[in-house]
């Protein structure tokens, strides 16, 4: 009987390493079917996604989206430190721009602008001795610049905000300055030029989607006048004097308001 129920268990035991096999073999097969029709590879999924998203998103730009505008406008243009206090500026300022949109947020821009500001010297100055009062000083200043507008996505923001397009933008800009003596004829016009960086904010306001828009714009800029530092304008011989100043030091502040025609 012994020997019988060993025979009967080793029979059991070898039947049940048989179902088991063929039921792991059954499993791993399916694995391998399920695999083989699904894609098999998460990596390859996952950049399938990606490239599905990006056409996507590509195609609703090209549907929606904006390619470039020719920016009209003018604003105002004025100064800070003994610079803001020299200049009466002769508003308006002018502006030219033309932007090329990457896509929904991003933009590059180009463009110029030109402001006009008279200084007044009722004594003599250092820079100009045996002249007695300068007069009225005229400057010109042409500035070109290169920059990069990000507009902030306003998707879960309120209707007023997502309808004003808000951004940010920077700018690179070179500063071109002439300076003419209005009431002294002998003397010759001063030119130079300086670098400058621009920083700000605007809104865009739609008056015809994907055709036209008011944009308002403000800018701080920091510039490296070529006669920033200058002691030209500084006063010599007459302390009763209520203009003459030791230095032109100050940045610039312009607010421009653009009518963008838009493609």
């Known amino acids: ?75 105002l243009t004025t100064f800070t430190g003994n610079r803001g206090q020299a200049y009466e500026d002769n508003h308006p300022t002018f502006h030219l721009s033309v932007n090329y949109f990457l896509d929904f947020q991003k933009a590059i821009l180009l ?3 030109y402001s006009k500001h008279t200084m007044v010297l009722d004594t003599e100055v250092n820079g100009y001795p045996g002249q007695n009062k300068i007069g009225a000083v005229v400057t010109d200043m042409t500035r070109l610049f290169v920059g990069y507008k990000y507009y902030i996505d306003t998707t879960d923001l309120g209707t007023a905000i997502t309808y004003s397009n808000p951004y940010f933008v920077g700018r ?75 230095d032109l030091t100050g940045n610039v502040i312009t607010l421009i308001v653009t009518y963008n025609f838009t493609w």
């Not at 998203?53 to 904006?66: A, C, I, M, N, P």
């Not at 904010?201 to 006048?225: I, M, Q, R």
């Open 1 to 75: 009987m012994t020997i019988i129920r060993l025979i009967l268990i080793s029979f059991a035991l070898l039947v049940g390493l048989k179902v088991y096999a063929q039921s792991t073999d059954q499993v791993m097969q399916e694995l391998e079917d399920e695999t083989v029709v699904s894609g098999g590879d998460i990596f390859s999924d996952f950049n399938e996604d990606l490239e599905s998203s990006q056409v996507l998103e590509d195609e609703r730009f090209y549907r929606y989206g904006r390619f470039f505008s020719v920016n009209l406008g003018a604003g």
């Open 111 to 113: 463009g110029l602008e």
């Open 172 to 246: 690179l800009e070179y500063w071109y300055q002439r300076n003419k003596f209005l009431d002294k004829k002998n003397l010759s016009d001063v030119k130079g030029g300086g670098l400058g960086t621009g920083l700000g904010f605007g809104f865009e306001f739609p008056v015809e989607l994907k055709a036209s828009y008011v944009d308002v714009e403000f800018l701080y800029h920091v510039v490296n006048f070529f006669d920033k530092f200058t002691q030209d304008y500084r006063q010599t011989n007459d302390p009763g004097s209520t203009y003459g100043y030791d």
